[in-house]
T-cell receptor, first 111, second 115 residues
Framework: SQQGEEDPQALSIQEGENATMNCSYK?????LQWYRQNSGRGLVHLIL?????REKHSGRLRVTLDTSKKSSSLLITASRAADTASYFC???????????FGQGTRLTINP | DAGVIQSPRHEVTEMGQEVTLRCKPI?????LFWYRQTMMRGLELLIY????????DSGMPEDRFSAKMPNASFSTLKIQPSEPRDSAVYFC?????????????FGPGTRLTVL
């Protein structure tokens, strides 16, 4: 079964609003990463949060990690049309050397 | 740096034909990953290499799939014979550190269509 699962599967908001996406996983992890994929492109790394961290910021992105609930959230503030993309969380299992990606959240920012 | 380079970007072939996908990782990166992405199954890891050595090929769907990494700057994924259900976007990714799940840098992908 998949290690990471995003919620919601699709999200549509107005430009300027904040977008929140969630990721749940099943087993202990070393770190959790978020990636963005624009239509027809490869994935682009956004941010990595380690298991001993609870929150991390990068520009308009804020990621939280709750290891007790095995969940993470990605918040994009002041959304822009260019943020329209699919967003994936990726987790590693402790002791494993590979990432497992969720199915992604498809985010649409309406002008 | 040019990033991860994949070729071809698009491939259309007929069932039964051999398909070879190519990848050039970022110079200096020690790990290379092959993924397949479909609407139904999402992004699946097929195989990954550390320092040119295959580490985990448990995601390779069948014996029809094979991957090689003859040197640090080149890898191939071969499907022989190809089938319509192999139609997908195939991504190659590389990362710097082979000892942990480091940030991965993805190529633009190869869109494969098997008729």
């Amino acid at each position: 079964s998949q290690q990471g699962e995003e919620d919601p599967q699709a999200l549509s908001i107005q430009e300027g609003e904040n977008a929140t996406m969630n990721c749940s996983y099943k087993t202990s992890i070393n770190n959790l990463q978020w990636y963005r994929q624009n239509s027809g492109r490869g994935l682009v790394h956004l941010i990595l949060i380690r298991s001993n961290e609870r929150e991390k910021h990068s520009g308009r992105l804020r990621v939280t990690l709750d290891t007790s609930k095995k969940s993470s959230s990605l918040l994009i503030t002041a959304s822009r049309a260019a943020d329209t993309a699919s967003y994936f969380c990726a987790t590693d299992k402790t002791g494993a050397q590979k990432l497992v990606f969720g199915q992604g959240t498809r985010l649409t920012i309406n002008p | 740096d040019a990033g991860v380079i994949q070729s071809p970007r698009h491939e259309v072939t007929e069932m039964g034909q051999e398909v070879t996908l190519r990848c050039k990782p970022i110079s200096g990166h020690n790990s290379l990953f092959w993924y397949r992405q479909t609407m139904m199954r999402g992004l699946e890891l097929l195989i990954y290499f550390n320092n040119n050595v295959p580490i985990d090929d448990s995601g390779m769907p069948e014996d029809r799939f094979s991957a090689k990494m003859p040197n640090a700057s080149f890898s191939t994924l071969k499907i022989q014979p190809s089938e319509p259900r192999d139609s997908a976007v195939y991504f190659c990714a590389s990362s710097l550190n082979p000892l942990s799940t480091d940030t991965q840098y993805f190529g633009p992908g190869t869109r494969l269509t098997v008729l």
